[in-house]
């Protein structure tokens, strides 16, 4: 790549072209941010509604609810409870959900930065850009003036949503501002993670590290004090929720992220300033000149490719696994109607190795998308261009994601048992529930595989609808029930053939149907990949 001026050849100011590059980036945009912000959005009065109809629907249930959410593992998970001298059903949808949305609004920011900076550098689109009387800056600024505006709509729309649910004025405005300030911070953070290193899965990887070493600070901060202690306030996303809305609604933790979103940017575009276009000022390490014999399979290196991906995931189940376990001791002396007449224990592991599974699913489609971008960036073409087959390259890259799906599954399992043996004293619960863990593989495999039919018979529209299976399967498995949805449609979901294990039996003949799909989507996938040209672009 060639380094580039920081003024344009007209002599124009440094943010020359932003205004033309925002355009740029919202009309490429104008599908997948709304669909974000919608989606994120809808979720505040559908979350209420399943809270209100199934968990908390007496004063009763709210208080023993309200009892348990105070818990501290849940407090963990959630994060402090503030104002349960008067709890309502809001506060209580507060307690138990509001961490999800700053998490949510974190995460688009970081997809979004990414893909405005990084990605287009590694695309070689920036560098056709900058040819152009474009200034050196714009195009950081203007994924930064995105992401603000974004985040604009997202508070405005959040806080629409949250008065819609009975939230006061001033509580709902505080609320919306929260997920907009926790979704700046990280967009600052993808800003700068993005000058450190050369691909944007490193990038986006550096900030989704970030992001989980927030939630981990604000759950050990709320470990220290009900409500939240000196760690707590080490995290971005607990400054969000210490302003306390309905509870006293301060504005001020806000200023916090504000300012520390300020200086990152700073950061950032000093850091920009460093380096040449594509370079990052983290050098790739190269290298061996001859790859070890282990490597020279399709199969080995599709593993390789994916190596750092798995051990990041891993890392993360096994500390969510753990925390989760955990709160098993708690949950098995509280009378919740949402799973009435069980064990409300064992009914909350069996809700939790099923969030494992739609988790690892999200891993599962990433990871067969992955290989869409190398054929787009012709990362494939070298590799097919030797002794390697189309056939070689696509099963051995499926066969690595699926392992990775097994390694997961196991992972999350074990630590989830170990968990809940740890709080109940009950031993035998790491086998059994790392086999119930595990006994969920044929469903994500049939997540793997949609997009693997689609890669060989409708590559372009792969991504759209690989999201669309996995999220639309999600959301009828989980409240499908509530909602009374019809039958054709719940049995459409893939998440919804397998039972909640460890609550209820086992289902082989699910289970052998889910793989036998799994099978003839990966067909069907390969067949249209050997009949069609590779893409390039």
């Known amino acids: ?83 349960a001298e008067a709890v309502t059903t809001q506060k209580y949808f507060l307690a138990a959900y509001w961490v999800e949305f700053l998490l949510a609004a974190a995460l688009m920011n970081i997809l979004l930065v990414t893909r405005h900076t990084r990605a287009e550098e590694q695309s070689g689109r920036a560098e056709l850009v900058r040819a152009a009387v474009v200034g050196r800056p714009a195009q950081l600024t203007a994924a930064l003036v995105v992401a603000a505006a974004g985040n604009a709509v997202l508070a405005l729309l959040a806080a629409v949503a949250a008065g819609a649910i009975g939230f006061t004025a001033g509580g709902a405005l505080l609320f919306g501002a929260s997920l907009a300030a926790a979704g700046m911070v990280f967009a600052a953070v993808a800003a700068v993670t993005a000058q450190l290193t050369e691909h944007p899965r490193g990038a986006t990887g550096l900030a989704g590290a970030v992001l989980f070493v927030a939630w981990l600070l604000r759950g050990a901060g709320s470990l220290q004090a009900e409500q939240g202690g000196p760690l707590f306030w080490l995290s971005p996303i607990g400054w969000s929720q210490q302003t306390r809305v309905l509870a006293g609604d301060r504005w001020w933790p806000l200023g916090l992220s504000v300012l520390l979103a300020a200086l990152l940017v700073a950061a950032a575009y000093a850091l920009a300033g460093r380096r040449d276009l594509g370079a990052a000022l983290v050098a790739a390490r190269p290298g061996t000149a001859c790859a070890p014999v282990w490597l020279r399979s399709p199969l080995a290196l599709a593993l390789r490719l994916r ?72 990362l494939a073409g070298p590799v ?154």
């Open 1 to 83: 790549m060639t380094a580039t001026s920081s003024r344009p050849r007209d002599g124009g100011g440094p943010l020359t072209g932003t205004g033309a590059m925002v355009r740029l980036a919202l009309r490429r945009d104008r599908l997948r941010l709304p669909i974000w912000v919608l989606v994120v959005v809808a979720l505040v009065p559908r979350f209420y509604y399943a809270a209100t109809s199934a968990v908390v629907p007496t004063p009763q249930a709210l208080a023993d609810a309200t009892r348990l959410i105070r818990a501290s593992f849940m407090r963990v998970l959630a994060g402090p409870f503030f104002g």
């Open 307 to 378: 190596r750092a991906a798995i051990v990041s995931w891993a890392a993360a189940f096994l500390a969510v696994g753990l925390v989760l376990g955990g709160m098993t001791g708690a949950m098995s002396v509280t009378d919740l109607p949402i799973f009435a007449g069980a064990d409300f224990g064992r009914a909350w592991l069996g809700l939790m190795v099923f969030t494992g599974s739609l988790y690892t699913g999200v891993h599962a489609v990433l990871s067969v998308l992955r290989l869409r971008a190398e054929e787009v960036r012709g």
């Open 384 to 537: 097919l261009a030797g002794p390697t087959s189309r056939r070689a390259w696509f099963g051995s890259s499926l066969l690595a994601s699926a392992l990775a799906v097994v390694a997961l599954l196991t992972v999350y399992g074990v630590a989830l048992g170990a968990g809940a043996a740890l709080s109940t004293g009950d031993g035998r619960l790491v086998a059994e529930v790392a086999w119930a863990s595990l006994r969920r593989v044929p469903e994500v495999l049939v997540l793997l595989a949609v997009p693997a039919a689609l890669l060989g018979l409708a590559p372009r529209a792969a991504g759209a609808a690989a999201w669309a299976v996995l999220g639309c399967s999600g959301f009828v498995a989980v409240l499908g029930a509530y909602l009374r949805l019809p039958g054709p449609l719940v049995n459409a979901s893939v998440l919804s053939h397998l039972p909640w294990h460890p609550l209820e039996a086992a289902a082989p003949v699910a289970t052998v149907v889910l793989l036998g799909l799994a099978a003839a989507l990966t067909g069907l996938g390969l067949y249209g990949l050997r009949r069609r040209d590779l893409s390039t672009g």
